[in-house]
């Protein structure tokens, strides 16, 4: 008889047979998984048969939310990776190569940033810049290197929007794809691929998780592009983790009920917000002071403009600080789109390195708080932010 601990090891690694299928997709925490034969395992490796072989290339507990999210974006097929910006590199990469550009807006996550200047930059592919809602400066701006232009639906953190259509139509004439970042409207508010767009990333960590506690992302578009990202990711090690994935699978049950609150919320705080003591300007593509806010009800579900909005409040940068000082509900904190209320002021944290009139280029302003409306009560919000912009001008 084997000794104990090979009676362990083979007891404790007997898969349960589950003849009715559990509600939900089990969490499948396994690294590797055991193959008939070389012939099998060398043609998993060449994802030349369906199964897994090897987590960091396929994974069941990542092939669920794969699909999920495939099915309500209205993609051929996605990759679920380990972050937004392990996506937003990937899905790049798989686009462009050195001599290359890539395209990005003025008003962009400043993740996006990073990953040019600092990684995308090393490799030899280039970036320009453009304010993004100006199609005719978009038009101008792409050039015979240009390969990739770079979007996001609603924009991180000015809330401007991109008419996604139109870009689409202007990059396709001249053999330029398009990406877009659709992770502040999530797949409820917006399909992208729907609008013309070739390539759609996620940020899963933020209104897919839904609840501060996973970092996540995802690649979708056509199978043949999904199969170019499947090998930047399997070779850079960018996979998601199963504990991740399960979390964002539970998290697009009631992706739908919290947007819906998201949004009706932010608009309460919206209006609660514009025009009161300390508040210089409210930017929500909900509002119709919003300088896009048709292009918003023309294309967002419902005439619902999601959970983001933008603050200037008085007082520059140290009014932007004694804002969030002053909060007593919303949680001062970076990251967004999670079922209680965030806050953060760019100024002094995520874009502290520029100047006032830096600032003021890249589309912010000094005293700018980008809120992030939770599902909380609405009055207690408004109430707490209003006292914030107060506090702010004081
Ligand atoms: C719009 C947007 N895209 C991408 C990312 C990057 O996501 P992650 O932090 O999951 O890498 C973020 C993060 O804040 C974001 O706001």
Redesign the pocket.
């Known amino acids: 008889m084997p000794g104990f601990s090979t009676r362990a090891i083979r007891a404790a690694s007997r898969v349960p047979s589950a003849p009715q299928p559990p509600v939900n997709v089990p969490i499948y925490a396994s690294s590797t998984f055991e193959v008939a034969d070389a012939t099998e395992l060398a043609e998993l490796l060449e994802f030349a048969r369906p199964g897994h072989s090897y987590s960091r290339y396929s994974n069941p507990t990542h092939a669920a939310l794969e699909d999920a999210l495939a099915e309500l974006e209205g993609a051929e097929a996605c990759l679920a990776t380990?972050?937004?910006?392990?996506?937003?590199h990937a899905a790049v990469l798989a686009t462009v190569r050195a001599g290359d550009e890539v395209l990005l807006p003025r008003a962009?996550?400043?993740?996006?940033v990073g990953l040019a200047a600092a990684v995308l930059d090393r490799s030899g592919i280039g970036h320009a810049v453009v304010d993004s809602t100006d199609l005719e400066a978009l038009t101008d701006a792409i050039g015979p290197a240009t390969r990739l232009v770079w979007l996001?639906t609603i924009?991180?953190p000015t809330t401007a929007m991109a008419d996604i259509s139109a870009i689409a139509a202007i990059a396709h004439e001249r053999g330029v794809r398009v990406a877009v970042?659709n992770?502040?409207a999530s797949p409820y508010l917006a399909t992208p691929l729907s609008s013309g767009a070739d390539i759609v990333?996620?940020?899963?960590?933020?209104y897919i998780g839904g609840h501060s506690d996973i970092?996540?992302?995802a690649i979708l578009g056509s199978a043949a592009f999904i199969d170019e990202a499947r090998h930047v990711l399997v070779n850079a090690g960018g996979n998601a983790n199963p504990f991740d994935a399960f979390l964002a699978l539970r998290g697009l049950k009631t992706l739908a009920l919290r947007m819906d609150r998201h949004s009706s919320n932010a608009l309460a705080v919206a209006q609660g917000l514009e025009g009161a003591t300390g508040v210089e300007r409210v930017r929500y593509p909900g509002l119709a002071s919003h300088p896009q806010h048709h292009l918003a009800r023309a294309t967002l579900r419902d005439g619902m403009a999601g959970g983001m909005l933008a603050v200037e409040v008085a007082g520059g940068r140290s009014g932007g600080e004694r804002f969030l000082d002053a909060l007593r509900v919303a949680v001062h904190a970076?990251?967004?789109?999670s079922v209680e209320t965030l806050c953060s002021h760019p100024a002094s944290s995520s874009h502290r390195q520029l100047s006032d009139d830096e600032l003021t280029a890249a589309g912010l302003s000094p005293g700018m708080v980008r809120v992030s409306v939770g599902i909380e009560d609405p009055d207690d919000l408004v109430e707490d932010l209003a006292g914030a912009a107060r506090a702010a001008a004081s």
């Open positions: 380990s972050s937004g910006m392990a996506a937003a962009v996550y400043g993740g996006m996001e924009s991180n970042d992770t502040f990333i996620h940020s899963t960590t933020k970092i996540g992302g970076t990251s967004l789109g």
